[in-house]
């Protein structure tokens, strides 16, 4: 039974920092693509960050060198680091997990989210 589980998320004041985690469980995903999305209220789920079988990542625009993705795979865990967060930012963030080395547009797994709010 694959899980991908994020944690991390919370309420944090514009300028504020957190870091999301989402652990995996029942499938290695080591060689795989996996990411961040988002979901603001009322609005569509969009990208926000990858990072391929190939440790390589990769950003939306909006970023704008705020957030890192990173992943320990010893830990099967995936990371996301976002500092100077804006009032924008605030969503439920969900992790996914891809049955690729490379990230496109399609993901096997996903995880619950974790809700991040900024004011």
């Known amino acids: 039974h694959v899980q991908l589980v994020e944690s991390g998320g919370g309420s944090v004041q514009a300028g504020g920092s957190l870091r999301l985690s989402c652990a995996s469980s029942g499938h290695n995903y080591s060689p795989s693509c996996m990411a961040w999305f988002r979901q603001a209220a009322g609005k569509e789920r969009e990208w926000v960050a990858f990072?391929?079988?190939?440790?390589?990542?990769a950003y939306a625009d909006f970023v704008n060198g705020r957030f890192t993705i990173s992943r320990d795979n010893a830990k099967n865990t995936l990371y996301q680091q976002m500092d100077s967060l804006k009032l924008g930012d605030t969503a439920m963030y969900f992790c996914?997990?891809?049955?690729?080395?490379?990230?496109?547009?399609?993901?096997?797994?996903w995880g619950q989210g974790t809700q991040v709010t900024v004011s």
């Open positions: 990072t391929n079988g190939y440790g390589v990542p």
């Open positions: 996914a997990g891809s049955s690729t080395r490379s990230c496109g547009r399609d993901y096997r797994d």
